[in-house]
């Protein structure tokens, strides 16, 4: 950026290639090389960790069996010990959205998050996964999730369509509020930069009114991070609680 | 150049631009775009491809590394350490189990040696009393054998001294009968006492 008062907020949101071979070739993008380093940084860590398996653990081991057993508890509490099935699965996307969140938080890092498709994609997966298992374990009456126990029948012809929409709309809700979350806040946290630069450059009395933005910014970025961990929470734990429901589908 | 109020634009039309999309083509273009002009980036769907297959690859890796490596080993680390803590508390329960058979014993074992050196110290007191009692007893049998053959023989002795007084008495009868008349026979004499006794 070579004019400091002229900041884009959505310049950060931009794919670019690291390297490419060509129009419709391979590419490998900034996108791309955050899901490898956030891949890469979790399998270095969860195998590094833990490769030594002492009993008494060290603060990095710690660190890790506090994530599974975070992870464990929140899949058996929300989709009982048949749902330790998808522990992986649970954990894979927990920490995949926490570290890609997290990547996002330092400065010049993409955020592999913040795009729509990536969160659609993650959102479909899990979509897939509970349909796909559910009607594989429970058949036909997989679709009992649609008729609602202790519901009289005439409320049924309004229900089940509500049922079945909410359903639908899952994957939309799951995708729709990580990525708005990573991106709104990204964007609020760059218009507050943004107007630290541009006061700041305003001579002294906009020297003093930019202090007003830089905390915003500080207070801001600070709740970015609870909400970049609390993000991933949120969607690991609504993974879990559509796996629950294809292993008990009569609700 | 443009100061504050881009900014600030900028800051917000984006925000419009997510609800409706067709803002974003203005926004972005007026800043010459990047590679990929004309959409806000998240939803241009020229990125979307490599994105999602990238997202696939490392996903897939991350599952499989998840799940085939790390997060077994440390399911083993934590059954591991369950299985141990386990062990060491059963081990701890056993020695204390151990230790209270031991107390009990002991106590038991005090319990009987107390209570057969009350039986001995009884059984001692019993031998004792029975030995005086018997004693005792033979010491008085005795005595009051003594003591009945001593007043059989004063018994003896009385009876005789009194199976003597009558014939006294008849000596003493004739003798002062024949010192008074001359004479007097031993019969009468009898008779006077006997009758004189009987009055």
Known sequence: MA??????????FAIT???????????????????VLTVGLIVIYMLGSTARRSVVPGRAQVVSELLY???????????????????????????????????????????????????????????????????????????????PAGVPAYVLPIVVPIEIVSFISRPISHSVRLFANV???????????????????LGFLGFLGAS????MTIAITALEFLVAALQAYVFAVLTAMYINDAIHPSH | MESETPVATEGHEPIDASAEGGAVHATTEAHGGEEHSGAFPPFDPSTFGTQLIWLALAFAVLYFTMSRLALPRIGGILAD??????????????????TDAAIAAYEEALATARKKSQAIAEETRAGIQADIDSKRKAVETELSAK?????????????????????????????LVTQLTGSASADEARKAVAAAVKE
């Open chain 1, 17 to 35: 290639n690291v390297f490419s071979t060509g129009e419709g070739g391979f590419a490998f993008t900034n996108s791309a090389l955050f899901m």
């Open chain 1, 69 to 147: 057993d975070f992870v464990a508890n929140m899949v058996r509490g929300a989709a009982g010990s048949e749902g330790m099935k998808f522990f992986p699965f649970v954990f894979s996307l927990f920490m995949f959205v926490l570290i890609a969140n997290m990547f996002g938080m330092i400065p010049f890092f993409f955020t592999v998050t913040s795009h729509i498709i990536v969160t659609f994609a993650l959102a479909m997966l899990v979509f897939v996964v509970v349909v796909g298992y559910g009607i594989y374990r429970n058949g036909f009456k997989f679709f009992k999730l649609f008729v």
């Open chain 1, 3 to 12: 004019d400091p008062n002229k900041v884009d907020p959505i310049h950060q």
């Open chain 2, 147 to 175: 003591v009945a053959a001593a007043e059989t023989s004063i018994q003896a002795t009385k009876t005789e001294a009194l199976g003597h007084v009558a014939e006294i008495a008849a000596d003493t009868v004739q003798a």
């Open chain 2, 81 to 98: 350490r369950k299985a141990r803590i386990d062990g060491d508390l059963a081990a701890a329960d056993s020695a204390r189990q151990k």
């Open chain 1, 212 to 215: 007003l933005p830089l905390l």
């Open chain 1, 183 to 201: 991106l709104a806040g990204h964007i609020t946290v760059k218009v507050f930069a943004g107007f630290i630069m541009s006061l700041g450059s």
